[in-house]
């Protein structure tokens, strides 16, 4: 009775944990098990390897076919009291087992523990609710119109699940500055990092740990106060720092009315016309202003507004006079419908 009940322990305990090698020793059981049975009730046609395997999956399964099945009594009463019974048994184990591990896997993504494996991808980092959807959606707009599609990648420290799990990736870590959790972002392969958290030296922070682990990344920061821009470019000139320009936008629709509908009508990339950039290639030569401004409307319908020089790329020339050269490697930004994906620089230099 004793020996029983430790057997009985033993196998609860065994079975409780659901490990995969118990799953694979109920399986190579069941079939030794099996194949010794027909063995020794003379069920000679179902014991070739092949045919056994392809009998015992069938008929464990309960699928049945029939084209395969006992012809002696002992077999018969085999397959009904023991293959059938314990074959149902392991089966439900099996498929049990491994949805059990695709929800476990589902679940791990949506809520940010799963490492990922991208490069060249758009890193969101911080959390602020409306604002982070808003953003997120934006930039799922705005990659609708590139070429390359590259992945959109949200790390929050919130205590939250994925709010866009069919449309982005997402990580829970820690810290924002700790390498082994921000190494699941991918934080040093991204293209791009945009930084915008509730707390500006949370983004202070987070932008000097980015700017270390990733130089080559474009770097985005949004800040509320606006006297930390200037600080943080002082030790990080390669972060490009967004401030907070509501008041600003308020002042100044006080004097000019519509000029905040001016700019959201800039910035939108769901209606009428939105700002564009593009880089000017290595093979154009004696590029002006004028020469730009002229084709970009006549070709494109598109309204050449400024650039920034490679050598200062903290600073924007709007509006430049039409003498002004363009060089190659200089950012231009221009008005437009939507975006323009195959400039003919051939034109330019007609």
């Not at 149902?88 to 940010?112: D, E, N, P, T, Y």
């Not at 700790?178 to 958290?197: H, L």
């Not at 470019?233 to 009315?257: G, I, R, W, Y």
Request: charged fraction near 20%.
């Amino acid at each position: 009775m004793l020996l029983v009940l430790k057997v009985r322990k033993v196998l609860t305990r065994v079975f409780s944990e659901m490990r995969w090698y118990t799953i694979v020793l109920a399986l190579l059981f069941y079939a030794l098990s099996t194949w010794i049975l027909l063995y020794v009730s003379g069920e000679d046609a179902l014991l070739n390897v092949n045919d056994f395997i392809y009998w015992l999956v069938v008929t464990g399964s309960t699928v049945g076919y029939g084209d395969m099945s006992p012809v002696t009594s002992a077999g018969k009463y085999i397959v009904s009291f023991y293959v059938i019974p314990l074959g149902l048994s392991i089966f439900a184990l099996v498929l049990g087992r491994v949805a059990a591990w695709v929800s476990m896997q589902w679940q791990r993504g949506v809520k940010g523990l799963k490492p990922l494996d991208l490069e060249n991808h758009v890193l969101v980092i911080g959390w602020n609710g409306h604002r982070t959807i808003q953003l997120l959606n934006l930039l799922l707009k705005e990659r609708a119109e590139t070429e390359n599609k590259p992945e959109i990648v949200l790390c929050v420290k919130a205590d939250i699940d994925n709010p866009m799990p069919d449309k982005i990736e997402f990580i829970k870590v820690i810290s924002f500055n700790n390498d082994k959790e921000m190494d699941r972002a991918c934080v040093d392969k991204a293209a791009v990092i945009v930084m915008d958290n509730e707390e500006d030296d949370v983004t202070m922070t987070t932008s000097l740990y980015c700017s270390k682990r990733n130089e080559n990344a474009h770097l985005l920061a949004y800040f509320k106060d606006e006297s930390l821009v200037d600080l943080l470019q002082t030790h990080c000139p390669n972060v490009e720092c967004t401030p907070s320009v509501a008041v600003e936008m308020l002042a100044k629709s006080a004097f000019d009315p519509g000029s905040s509908l001016l700019q959201h009508d800039l910035l939108t990339v769901q209606e009428g016309q939105a700002q564009f950039s593009m880089e000017v290639p290595n093979s154009v030569q004696n590029l002006s202003v004028e020469k730009l401004f002229v084709v970009l409307k006549q070709k494109y319908n598109a309204t050449f507004i400024g650039f920034v020089e490679p050598s200062i790329p903290a600073k924007v020339t709007l509006n430049p006079d039409f003498n002004v050269a363009i060089l190659p490697k200089y950012k231009l930004f221009y008005i437009a419908e939507q975006r323009i994906r195959a400039l003919d620089w051939q034109l330019f230099t007609e």
